[in-house]
């Protein structure tokens, strides 16, 4: 795991999914190579939707599990070069929000 959802304003959406598409692997590839997890663990969504005016238009969320190293640097690191990356294909203002859980209260079906 690290899940990601991409919510895109559904305005921008039709202007950039082109280039927010085109960030995918590189963006699976920052997840997976930045939080040490095999690729076959990352889940990524984009996520066209429609929101008031005056928030950012992409709202990145992942949640991922707790693991060593993991700390709140790391993750801040981590998120950063996600919002840069997700700037630069959108062409606008991103936010990047991460929630951590832990193993005693997840479980997952595949």
Known sequence: MP??????????WED?????????????DL??????VPVDACQIAFI???GPSGQPTVN?????????GRTPQKIEHVASKIR???EAASGDRTAVRCTQLDHESY????
Do not use: H, T, Y
């Open 3 to 12: 899940n990601v959802k991409l919510f895109v304003d559904s305005g921008l």
């Open 16 to 28: 950039r999914k082109r280039d927010l598409l085109g960030c995918a692997d590189a963006l699976r």
């Open 60 to 68: 990145v969320e992942i949640a991922l599990m707790r693991a060593a």
């Open 107 to 110: 479980f997952k079906l595949k």
């Open 48 to 50: 066209p939707c429609f």
């Open 84 to 86: 840069l990356m997700i």
């Open 31 to 36: 997840l997976c190579g930045e939080l040490s």
